[in-house]
């Protein structure tokens, strides 16, 4: 099983850029999908999540009010919308799937309750 991960790019402080992952080899709807990112010389840290049924989601403070995850599961993708970017959000950026389906909380996410990764997509914006 492999997410694929798609929209990174550079772009200029405040633009904007939608992240996508998809995968195929498994049922998309059971499972708890999430956003993460590491910057050089930083430990993996979690954006962004979305519950199975789509109806909760969470958002790390650097990512309140600026990013939007949403998913399409008829699509089995799942999207990260970002805009007013900054420079601090240059990092690889991975979207992941949650073991036994549930890793997104209303209080926040880790990244050991996650199973299954995608490739990353580099992200750099520029000021």
């Known amino acids: 099983v492999q997410l694929q991960a798609s929209g990174g790019g550079s772009v200029q402080s405040g633009g904007s850029l939608r992240l996508s992952c998809a995968a195929s080899?498994?049922?998309?709807?059971?499972?708890?999908l999430g956003w993460f990112r590491q910057a050089p010389g930083k430990g993996r840290e979690g954006i962004s999540c979305?519950?199975?049924?789509?109806?909760?989601?969470y958002s790390s403070d650097s990512a309140k009010g600026r990013f939007t995850i949403s998913r399409d599961d008829s699509k089995n993708t799942v999207y990260l919308q970002m805009n007013s970017l900054k420079p601090t959000d240059t990092s690889v950026y991975y979207c992941?799937?949650?073991?036994?389906?549930?890793?997104?909380?209303?209080?926040?996410?880790?990244?050991?309750?996650?199973?299954?990764w995608g490739q990353g997509t580099l992200v750099t914006v520029s000021s």
């Open positions: 979305i519950s199975f049924s789509g109806g909760s989601t």
């Open positions: 992941a799937r949650a073991d036994s389906g549930h890793g997104c909380y209303s209080w926040g996410m880790s990244k050991n309750d996650f199973d299954v």
């Open positions: 080899e498994f049922t998309w709807r059971y499972y708890d």
